[in-house]
DNA sequence: GCATTTTAGTTAAGCGCTTTCTTTACCTTT
DNA sequence: AAAGGTAAAGAAAGCGCTTAACTAAAATGC
């Protein structure tokens, strides 16, 4: 019962080579019998078949998103920002979700590029690239969103992660905080977001000396929690965290509260993202935005022009983070500081 | 450069059909040459097109997700959980966001046919089933997930929402309350919700008298916050809200608030989905649990067994809802109830 | 030892399209 | 009116795979 090109040929008394070439618009077509296709593909309801195209060599239409967590807020915001633009363009997005797990980032690679996707949109981990600069030799398009990995030549649409960090410091710092915690998987962008993190105190003549250690597993609440929780019982206790995205954040205010003391009195804490849970906690999030929306739209743009066979040269684009200042944050009172600032 | 059947059937010395019986495991191929082809296959790292093979009838083992929002929490934390279950399955999820347009779903519905997905999961509102009718006609293997829609006679894997709807009821009428703010945008499950939450209403003898009407526009924070800021600035403002989803409840507390009044000592506010921003609200939430992973789960078994062909009879499965008591609700100790009581 | 069944592998058609050549019919020229 | 040009449509090959039908060889039976 499924229509194909033959039965519009048949009814419209062509050949599928007219038919085809009508719905593509391609090649001369008379007025007359041009008309006519059109009339009969509508009225026997003719939907071209797109794997039949696909494999003479035509695009899918279709986009592979990796991402780390589709159940964090800011992966799904993201995914959401470059699904509304895809559709535009009338492609559609096939979602991973990859747990920042090696083998199934390169699973999926494999298996969409037998799906025959037109290209990739990479926001995962990827600390192996190797399967990914594979795809680029063989002239799949490939693009890297929200993650800077500048030791490869990858097109890229990313956040200033250094100025990030910087960001947050700076903020900190003006409040008079000078003993900050930092909480942070171990992924590229937070070690530049670490980097800009200790420019800012070293210019502030600070020193960044606490011990640190990246959490592992996923981002999420609980590892903010337990990294709170334990440098609130440890030595030396900070009188800010900076955690590298809000979920980690409200970990953060979680083990606060749990440890009996007050957000932003007591312990003043900096998210990362600026996603929609940063409005919601309470004390609402004081957070290093992201420009969510503007790097979805920027990546599909690129992705569809490398498909396009536009845009041969390697581009980064570096898009700036802003602060965005609410209540998780004051100025430090704690007498840790007071006494350092007596010794003066 | 792409390395096609023929390559391996060439480098192994064999036909192509051989080939392809190694590969699908089918026919009768003897172990030496098995062994032979899958060597090959390896040491040329063949992947077979899904693509040509599809074209032969074949699965393309990609299933469409049709949601309103994945920036909404509780659907990206469902298509999460279907995207896992999918993974063990080797399948993979393209993810569409309708916004609740009729227009979309069918937009997608029909792209998305084109592209030969090996079956449908539903979860947005489609108030308009034609184009859904159409494809189980077509036995495209089709199932809802998280709407019931008991009109129409579809594989569904769906929330009891009259229960939902009557547990939040029946929480806020022991608490006391009587005079019941009610959130909810009009598509299906929300009727039902509120059916049983009148249900209960009506067991105690009470009447859900409050003049009401659907927000129109998406479930989000904002009209949460207007629709409460309009209540509780009306004639006989409630004393709790019942919002048909989180984000709408966390929209109320919000309102609540500025109106310098305190979730729950003046208003209750329960939500519905229990979604991660359920836990993270201040006060935290008490909501109706949709047991999402569960869903995610069996809907996605049951799409992949239409899609096997087993199954052929229609069925719904039901899962329950449960109440998770939080902090924002308390006794009602507002004097209009006390008022009424007085004068019992 | 010959007919019969099994087993192993091949041939070829076809899935629904695109596209390069051709062919046919119709205009222009001179 | 004959040669050349051009516009419109068709024939056919082929994309990478599956599968029904077939053949050849090996195993079995009597």
């Given at each position: 019962m499924k229509v194909t090109i033959y039965d519009v040929a048949k009814e419209a008394n062509v050949s599928i080579a007219t038919v085809s070439k009508v719905i593509n618009n391609t090649g001369r077509i008379g007025e007359k019998t041009k008309r006519k296709v059109l009339e009969v593909m509508k009225q026997l309801d003719y939907q071209p078949n797109m794997m039949a195209s696909a494999l003479m060599?035509?695009?899918?239409?279709t986009i592979g998103l990796l991402i780390p967590?589709?159940?964090?807020p800011f992966f799904s915001e993201l995914a959401r920002s470059i699904e509304d633009r895809a559709h535009e363009f009338g492609y559609n997005l096939v979602i991973c979700s990859t747990d920042y797990q090696t083998e199934k980032e390169n699973k999926y690679l494999a298996l969409l590029k037998r799906k025959s996707v037109d290209g990739f949109i990479l926001a995962s981990g990827f600390e192996d690239l190797n399967k990914v600069e594979e795809l680029v030799k063989e002239d799949v398009p490939v693009a890297i969103v929200a993650r800077d990995l500048p030791m490869f030549s990858i097109n890229t649409v990313a956040l200033d992660d250094f100025m990030g960090g910087y960001l947050a410091a700076s903020h900190l710092i003006e409040l008079g905080h000078q003993n900050i915690g930092v909480i942070a998987r171990d992924v590229w962008s937070n070690r530049e977001r670490l980097r800009g993190f200790k420019q800012a105190l070293e210019e502030s003549?600070?020193?960044?000396?606490r011990e640190f250690e990246y959490i592992n597993g996923?981002?999420?609440v609980e590892p903010g929690k337990f990294m709170t929780a334990k440098y609130l019982k440890g030595?030396?206790?900070?009188?800010a965290i900076f955690a590298c995205n809000d979920l980690l954040a409200i970990g953060a205010i979680q083990a606060v509260k749990e440890q009996?003391?007050?957000?932003?009195?007591d312990i003043s804490v900096v998210g990362f993202d600026n996603t929609l849970i940063a409005t919601i906690v309470e004390p609402p999030l004081t957070t290093v935005a992201q420009p969510i929306q503007h790097m979805g739209r920027e990546v599909l743009d690129l992705i569809i022009s490398m498909i396009k066979g536009e845009k041969k040269e390697k581009m980064r684009l570096t898009l700036l983070p802003s602060l965005v200042t609410r209540n998780s944050t004051a100025k430090n009172r704690n007498k840790d500081l007071k006494e350092k600032l007596e010794n003066l």
């Open positions: 060599g035509k695009q899918t239409k967590d589709l159940a964090n003549n600070l020193e960044f000396t996923i981002s999420h030595k030396n206790p900070p009188t009996g003391m007050r957000v932003p009195d």
